[in-house]
């Protein structure tokens, strides 16, 4: 039984004085929300120390937006496994489009990053996903199928999530169509051959088309940015009905 995931990744937004005020308006949301579902923020790293004291006795989990494959050691700007368990951070997205656009991560970065994840009883959150370009040349399933079979090498896919987020959809307002989402997040559960794996969809995912892609076969969750950052989508979204 795959337990659904939703998750919000709030970029870089958020200070911690917004993240206490977006708490307090959250939190009484979700008091009714039921347990069939995990809910997790990935706030920046400043702000992780206020969430973890604000979520206490809450049923909201935390996500990095990152992680290190090396314990400790001179990597500027890299965050270690230790330093998120420390307060109590759960899961860890890694190779989301934004670090490999602008600082060209590579899928064997993603690698490192997710094993390390792993390894330190994090669970990571690989994102794949096509540009517009691949998709138009028809080469969508051949990029994801590729960051895939690299990202998730060596990864025991029982504690491992996958985010499809095709990078057209995302903060475009273009959501992808439900049935083609669903496609495709098939096509990576045959891929990594585990019935287990949790795989989410991620790309303008909002309060209005949430019902619909939670009521997909393969869709087990949402990775959702912008939508995140209002409380009351938020918990629209968290507390979706599918039917
Ligand atoms: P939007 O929901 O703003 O399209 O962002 C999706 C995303 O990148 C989540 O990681």
Redesign the pocket.
């Known amino acids: 039984m795959r337990k659904p995931v939703i998750a919000g ?1 709030w970029k870089m937004h958020m200070t911690c004085a917004q993240a206490r005020e977006w708490m307090a308006a959250f939190l009484p949301l979700i008091s009714n929300t039921p347990d069939d579902r995990h809910l997790v923020v990935a706030p920046p790293f400043t702000a992780i120390s206020t969430m973890a004291e604000a979520a206490q006795g809450s049923k909201l989990e935390l996500s990095s937006q990152n992680v290190h494959w090396e314990g400790h050691g001179a990597y500027t700007a890299e965050i270690a496994p230790a330093m998120l368990l420390e307060h109590g951070v759960a899961y860890a997205i890694v190779g ?1 489009s934004e670090p490999r656009k602008y600082f060209s991560e590579s899928d064997e970065q993603i690698n490192h990053r997710a094993r390390s994840a792993q390894s330190n009883g994090l669970i990571p959150i690989v ?1 794949v996903g096509e540009t517009d370009e691949q998709r138009t040349r028809g080469e969508a399933e051949r990029v994801i199928r590729r960051q895939v079979e690299q990202g998730l090498e060596g990864l025991d896919p029982s504690k491992l999530i996958v985010a499809y ?1 095709p990078i057209w ?3 475009t307002g273009k959501t992808c169509e439900s049935a083609e989402a669903n496609r495709i997040c098939g096509l990576i559960r045959s891929w990594v051959g585990s019935p287990d794996l949790i795989i989410q969809y ?4 909002k309060p209005g088309n949430i019902d619909e892609l939670m009521s997909m076969s393969d869709i087990d969750g949402v ?5 995140s950052l209002e409380a009351e989508s938020f918990a629209r979204i968290a507390n979706y009905q599918a039917s």
């Not at 991620?202 to 995912?205: A, H, L, M, T």
């Not at 990775?223 to 939508?227: I, K």
């Open positions: 990744n989301h994102c987020e959809a995302i903060g991620g790309g303008s995912v990775l959702v940015g912008g939508a």
